[in-house]
């Protein structure tokens, strides 16, 4: 069993809706969660990052983070065609330096 | 723009033969990471530097992987005698804070 689950989709939704990309973890041990996100043979890039439970909200995206459930989410409101990527979860046990990443989930906005 | 560059971009190369990929990051961060990801999958941690210290190092770093940061700037990354196994992109991450971690664009490795 993985230590991160993420549903890899494809996902696929009409511009304007709320998208929701989740994932969950077995190792209680990570209190650090971050999402990037990765267009087509890009690096990907650093979206949010929270250490806490409870809603971060950053402009369109909020983080979620539920410990007691070892479930986090990202939620993106009005989505548009260019937020169509490979959204990836990840975390990090703490005095740790690597991250610990999902499989990405495939997110396509449709006009 | 990440703050990182990686060279070369695309590298094929026969099974057997050494190769050796480089990352400079822009900035004067202290920390640097690599990272390989391989199609559908999530990147996965190989190596962290903090300045030219290695100081973490993954099970997944075999005795043919080496990693260097000299003068705690750019750093490489050589794979000896590849495996068709190796194909896959490694990426190369800067980072004020291990929760902070930029990436760049990547190296794609395809080994014939």
């Known amino acids: 069993q993985k230590e991160v689950e993420q549903d890899p989709g494809p996902l696929s939704v009409p511009e304007g809706a709320i998208v929701s990309l989740n994932c969950t973890y077995s190792?209680?041990?990570?209190?650090?969660f971050m999402w990037y996100r990765q267009y087509s043979r890009k690096g990907p890039e650093l979206l949010m990052y929270?250490?806490?439970?409870g809603n971060k909200e950053d402009g369109r995206f909020t983080a979620q983070v539920d410990k007691s459930s070892k479930y986090i989410s990202l939620f993106i409101r009005d989505s548009q065609p260019s937020d169509s990527a490979t959204y990836l979860c990840?975390?990090?046990?703490?005095?740790?330096?690597?991250?610990?990443f999902g499989q990405g989930t495939r997110l396509t906005i449709n006009p | 723009d990440t703050g990182v560059s990686q060279n070369p971009r695309h590298k094929i190369t026969k099974r057997g033969q050494n190769v050796t990929f480089r990352c400079d990051p822009i900035?004067?961060?202290?920390?640097l990471y690599w990272y390989r990801q391989t199609l559908g999958q999530g990147p996965e941690f190989l190596t962290y530097?903090?300045?030219?210290?290695?100081?973490?190092k993954s099970r997944l770093l075999s005795d043919r992987f080496s990693a260097e940061r000299p003068k705690g700037s750019f750093s490489t990354l050589e794979i000896q005698r590849t495996e068709q196994g190796d194909s896959a992109m490694y990426l190369c991450?800067?980072?004020?804070?291990?929760?902070?971690?930029?990436f760049g664009p990547g190296t794609r490795l395809t080994v014939l």
């Open positions: 990840a975390m990090r046990v703490q005095g740790a330096q690597k991250l610990v």
């Open positions: 190792n209680s041990a990570f209190q650090y």
């Open positions: 929270t250490y806490s439970s």
């Open positions: 900035s004067e961060h202290n920390r």
């Open positions: 530097f903090q300045n030219e210290a290695q100081l973490e």
């Open positions: 991450a800067r980072g004020p804070a291990a929760d902070t971690q930029y």
